[in-house]
């Protein structure tokens, strides 16, 4: 999860390429992840609700130099999605917003997009697997660990250093075949993250600590 989608392709450009896949995919996964209301507590000024509201005042003070209507609501939203029950249903609006927006285009463009998902949906699947795989390695070499985030991630390069995945030989074989990698870092806004790499390049985009949770929910 995150970062977030690229704010500037939420539009009708972005409804006719894979930048929907991956706004949906990021609003979904964050619904899911701020349910619980520990992640949430931890992140409530840096959610995908209060991006998005930061993106909306930007684009108004740009466009319409400042609509003040529109900006008192958008701080009354602000301030209201500070509750954990109205953050999560904003969002759940927001994705029936979207989802509408862009159903619209969907008879049109529907060649196309089955090509763009089915790519776009074969990486997300390859890192997911890659990334579980590494958390399967930690688990299997501390078994009496508490599987928790804490101690994976303080745990999760030593097991991994060296280690090395690929994509399993089938279908996604076609899109995704090489050597994988994974190794702890920061992004450009100092967040923790896992990177992953393939043949040595980036791989898509990497995992922030806190999305490691939902793999270790899993594989307990």
Not at 21 to 33: P, S
Not at 108 to 132: C, D, N, P
Not at 138 to 158: A, Q, R, S
Request: charged residues 35%.
């Amino acid at each position: 999860m995150k970062k977030y989608p690229n704010w500037e392709n939420i539009t009708d450009a972005m409804r006719m390429s894979d930048e929907w896949d991956e706004w949906r995919y990021n609003l979904e996964y964050e619904i899911d992840a701020m349910s619980d209301k520990e992640i949430f507590i931890e992140c409530k000024d840096q959610n995908f609700g209060q991006e998005y509201l930061r993106h909306a005042e930007n684009t108004i003070l740009k466009n319409d130099a400042g609509d003040s209507s529109a900006l008192s609501l958008i701080n009354d939203l602000r301030e209201s999605i500070k509750d954990h029950e109205k953050c999560i249903f904003f969002m759940k609006v927001l994705k029936i917003i979207t989802i509408t927006n862009r159903s619209g285009v969907i008879p049109e463009l529907a060649q196309t997009q089955a090509e763009m998902k089915e790519g776009s949906g074969i990486t997300r699947e390859i890192k997911k697997r890659v990334m579980k795989a590494a958390i399967s390695n930690v688990f299997k070499k501390y078994p009496e660990m508490k599987k928790t985030l804490g101690t994976v991630w303080n745990k999760f390069d030593i097991v991994n250093r060296d280690q090395t995945f690929e994509a399993p030989k089938n279908k996604i074989n076609k899109f995704g075949k090489g050597v994988y990698r994974v190794k702890k870092g920061k992004d450009e806004k100092g967040n923790k993250v896992v990177f992953i790499t393939k043949n040595n390049k980036p791989f898509y985009k990497p995992y922030e600590r806190r999305s490691l949770q939902k793999f270790i929910d899993e594989l307990k």
